[in-house]
């Protein structure tokens, strides 16, 4: 079974935006990490898209201003809902971000010429997703897959995927450590569960799972997992004279 981020958030997008909203912390690094290379300033303009149940907001700097909509209705009930394949109701932004949701799209491509459409001269789209072949990604299509209900068959990350968005050029695409932070164990396998959807997951086969194929640390206010994904900064084609 191989779903479109659509099909799979409308099912699991409530215990999604339940992770996110009862730890709202754990990934604020991985957020960070979008805009690590170019730091925004205040007032700048962000097209977040999909933006689940508009956690960015709360992870840029005040003045900058987050548009956000969603493939999917199934996380808050308070979504704006997009139709990829109709003109898109807005302008052009500073900022877009697409986080941890290209490996449900099958046409990256045309998706992301969308979103560079939509991305002003001078601005970033910038990208985050899990790395082909990575552990994380065996991690994903094998553990989560076997437990979440809707299966799990990413289409991952390689640079030449985005080599091939018409009117952008890639300037910078690298692999991050994006850590998730959290109080206790218990918080964390509680995170990962709803975050991922699992149903009838023993917590021990979890636990086992993340520190075989992410990695688990001991941080100063509890444990640490070892989340790594692949960012990237694509430009406007007319911006840049090469990468």
Known sequence: MNLEYGDIFEVRGQPYHRAMTRHPRARRREFEQLFARRPLMGGETILDLPAGGGYL?????????????????GF??????????????????????CLAALHHIQDKASFLGQLISHTEPG????????????????????????????????????????????????????????PW???SQAAMLEFCTDLFGLQDCPPAELLAALERHVGIANGADG?????????VDLVPAQAVSST
């Not at 907001?57 to 209705?73: H, R, W």
């Not at 704006?80 to 807005?90: C, G, I, N, R």
Request: with cysteine.
């Open 223 to 231: 444990p640490i997992l070892n989340w790594r994904l692949t960012y």
């Open 181 to 183: 932070a959290f109080g």
């Open 57 to 73: 907001q709360a992870m840029v700097p005040n003045g900058c201003t987050v548009e956000g909509y969603e493939l999917a209705s």
């Open 123 to 178: 601005g970033v789209l910038h990208a985050a997703d899990v790395a082909r072949d990575s552990p994380i990604a065996a991690f994903l299509d094998g553990f989560v897959g076997r437990f979440n209900g809707t299966g799990h068959e990413g289409a991952y990350l390689d640079r030449r995927m985005f080599e091939q968005v018409e009117g952008a050029q890639v300037a910078a695409y690298e692999d991050r450590d994006c």
């Open 76 to 97: 808050s009930g308070e979504e704006k809902l997009l139709e990829p394949a109709e003109s898109w109701p807005f302008g052009s932004f500073s900022r877009v971000v």
